[in-house]
């Protein structure tokens, strides 16, 4: 695996970096007794950056498009007592900030008097650009972090304790397999309530806590292998009733845990209405994830998403009910899913539009689906697990593309569910259709995905060093996946033993599918529409994405 202090010697960009390539495939063919070796086809694609995520001729989502709602717009500026400054500052050589008198109670004091509390940097050049915080609520008002700003999450476990800030609790405990035992960094409740701004929210997840030798990331890195799940602060949580959120153009770093938690729409009755207007649930656009923002934490130790776990980017429908959410226009690249739709309680009429994904987990539904998923749009998203290093321990999971994923302890109906023009590079898992997403979990809620839609699905190749796999696995014969349909849906450099189905219901076409022939197992019917020779591989264009910051004076 790339190591970020070991970059790797890469070809030069364009037509030379395929050549170069395919000849270095071609070269050990005369090593080969067992006939011809088809050579690996190359596809490093551009560093363009354009507005939305490039698939082709369809570039678009469509119809989808016509029902977005319009790019929110930040609000007027407060003034007064609702404009706060700050008053310690950080630097690209020394980004932990003093936690000395921290910001907490001047935070939760603006909030109780202002409709929108507005952070901005102090000092004559702005110098001063550091908030340091303990937890604290939005409720129905908005923050506003200002450019040049970052409002840091406090390294000091007491300040989350469960029990009072400053007791002591499971908090921060190592080897504690406690997924409660601390509070959110910002809980959110309330009506149309919105975190704003082109400043940064940093979780400080990889640094050294207040009073310990270890971070939270290393917390929940010693539970990885027995799946136990550390009570580290998620850093925005969506609490029960809340709907109208507005999270618009800020910038997320380092989060303990989960980023961003998301409900809407309390009621079930309200969750069975039909969206009419997009957006209303919730709104999430223009927002970058980057986790780890930097190559080394203030100890010189590697940071890598590898050792970022649990750090999922957004997760609708995680605390509650999740209805009539626009996701759109935002980059993520992070330590676990980059976009998760829990269905733990319900969750439907979600859009996620024109967004931009790095290394991470995936683009996931699931794994809690026991309250049902339904009627969810996925489109013009690419996924590039190329785009930055993993580090060691890295495992296939930590470059998945395409997810929909349950098990027997969680499972549900997960139906109309559709993905289309997206393009994926270097992803292990292409599409992962999965079942038994964690054998160690058993029970009797069975998983039921019903339609799920792949059309205009392009992975492609540029590093890979292992063949993408396709996983179209239903649970049982009385719980089948389908009907799966799959249309100009292609993997490049995939062969007959990267495909695995069962209990499944497939249909191919009418755009060509690469691996249709590979498709069979156990209760699995194919079924082959007509193929329309002249639909094309939508052709995959990967923007610059943004990357971990290296230390001062790095060469690369």
């Excluded at 395929?18 to 067992?34: D, K, Q, R």
């Amino acid at each position: 695996m790339m190591v970020p202090n070991s970059p790797p010697q890469r070809p030069p960009a364009g037509l030379s970096r395929t050549l170069l390539w395919t000849a270095s495939v071609l070269i050990g063919v005369g090593c080969n007794t067992g006939g011809a070796i088809t050579p690996i086809v190359y596809r490093c694609g551009t560093t363009a950056t354009p507005p939305d995520a490039i698939a082709g001729d369809a570039s678009d989502c469509g119809d989808i498009d016509k029902i977005l709602p319009p790019e929110p717009i930040l609000p007027p500026s407060p003034t007064g007592n609702c404009l706060l400054t700050a008053t310690r500052g950080t630097t690209d050589s020394n980004w932990i900030p003093d936690e000395t008198n921290i910001d907490t109670s001047r935070i939760v004091a603006a909030l109780a008097a202002c409709p929108v509390v507005k952070l901005q940097a102090g000092g004559a050049n702005g110098e001063l650009n550091a908030f340091v915080s303990g937890p604290f609520a939005v409720n129905s008002q908005t923050l506003w972090i200002d450019s040049g700003v970052t409002l840091y999450a406090s390294r000091d476990p007491l300040n989350f304790s469960t029990t009072g800030q400053g007791k002591a609790t499971d908090c921060g405990k190592s080897g504690v397999n406690d997924s409660s035992a601390c509070s959110s960094f910002i809980t959110v409740n309330g009506t149309s309530p919105a975190i704003v701004g082109d400043g940064v929210i940093d979780g400080q997840g990889g640094e050294l806590l207040v009073g310990h030798d270890y971070s939270w990331w290393q917390l929940s890195s010693a539970l990885a292998q027995i799946d136990g799940s550390i009570g580290n602060p998620t850093m925005i949580d969506l609490k029960t009733g809340v709907t109208g959120f507005l999270m618009y153009r800020i910038t997320l770093h380092n989060s303990a845990k989960f980023h961003v938690k998301i409900t809407s729409t309390p009621a079930p009755a309200a969750f069975a209405t039909p969206c009419t207007s997009p957006g209303q649930g919730f709104i999430v656009w223009g927002v970058t994830i980057l986790t780890p923002s930097r190559w080394f934490n203030m100890q010189g130790l590697v940071m890598s998403p590898h050792l970022s776990r649990n750090t999922d980017g957004i997760d609708p429908g995680e605390t509650s009910y999740a209805t009539c959410g626009v996701l759109a226009h935002n980059t993520i690249s992070t330590g676990d899913d980059h976009i998760a739709i829990k269905g733990g309680h319900g969750v439907n009429n979600i859009i996620v539009a024109h967004n931009h994904f790095g290394t991470g987990h995936g683009m996931s539904i699931g794994s809690e689906t026991y309250g049902g998923v339904n009627n969810v749009t996925v489109c013009d998203l690419t996924i590039d697990a190329d785009s930055r290093p993993v580090g060691n321990g890295a495992s296939p999971g930590d470059f998945n593309g395409i997810r929909v994923k349950s098990d027997s302890s969680r499972g549900g109906v997960v139906t109309n569910v559709t993905f289309r023009n997206v393009c994926m590079r270097d992803v292990n898992n292409a599409i992962l259709i999965d079942t038994a997403y964690n054998p160690l979990f058993s029970g009797m809620m069975y998983p039921r995905f019903g339609v799920l839609n792949f059309k205009n699905i392009h992975s492609v190749t540029c590093f890979g060093e292992t063949t993408p796999v396709v996983t179209l696995n239903g649970f049982s014969p009385l719980y089948p996946a389908g009907p799966i349909t799959l249309d100009n849906a292609i993997v490049d450099n995939i062969g007959p033993s990267a495909v695995e189905a069962e209990f499944s219901s497939i249909v191919t076409g009418p755009g060509p599918v690469n691996f249709g022939g590979y498709i069979s197992g156990q209760d699995v019917t194919v079924s082959p529409l007509a193929v329309d020779t002249s639909v094309a591989p939508i052709n995959c264009v990967f923007p610059q994405l943004p990357a971990p910051q290296p230390p001062p004076n790095w060469l690369n």
